[in-house]
C-alpha cells in the first residue's frame, strides 16, 4: 500500500501564492508519475498539472504561466507553487500518484482564494 499526505493548502487573497506538497510512503517500488487534480463545489474533478518522474509535465490551460509543478523523486514528494491565485482557483486539491502501476490519492486539501 501507500499512503499520500498533502500540505500546504488555506485561504489566501486573490494575487497571493501558495505551496501544496504531497509526500508518498509505504511499499514503494516505482513511481511513474505525479498528478495535481481540483474540485470545486458543484464541478468535476479536473487534472491541474502532471509530470512524470524523468520531468516531462503538462498543465490545464487555466493555469499555464501560474502554476508549477516539481517533484523530489528521492523524497517521493510533489510540489505545486501556486502564483497569482484567482479566485476560481478555489477548490479541494489532490495528489495523485502512480506508484507500483497503481494509482493512490491523497485526502485532499482545501484551497481558498478570496477576492
Known amino acids: 500500500q501507500v499512503q499520500l499526505v498533502e500540505s500546504g493548502g488555506g485561504l489566501v487573497q486573490a494575487g497571493g501564492s501558495l505551496r501544496l506538497s504531497c509526500a508518498a510512503s509505504g511499499s514503494i517500488f516505482s513511481i511513474e508519475a505525479w498528478g495535481w487534480y481540483r474540485q470545486a463545489p458543484g464541478k468535476q474533478r479536473e487534472l491541474v498539472a502532471h509530470i512524470t518522474t524523468g520531468g516531462s509535465t503538462n498543465y490545464a490551460d487555466s493555469v499555464k504561466g501560474r502554476f508549477t509543478i516539481s517533484r523530489d523523486n528521492a523524497k517521493n514528494t510533489v510540489y505545486l507553487q501556486m502564483n497569482s491565485l484567482k479566485p476560481e482557483d478555489t477548490a479541494v486539491y489532490y495528489c495523485?500518484?502512480?506508484?507500483?502501476?497503481?494509482?493512490?490519492w491523497g485526502q485532499g486539501t482545501q484551497v481558498t482564494v478570496s477576492s
Open positions: 495523485k500518484v502512480v506508484a507500483n502501476k497503481r494509482a493512490y
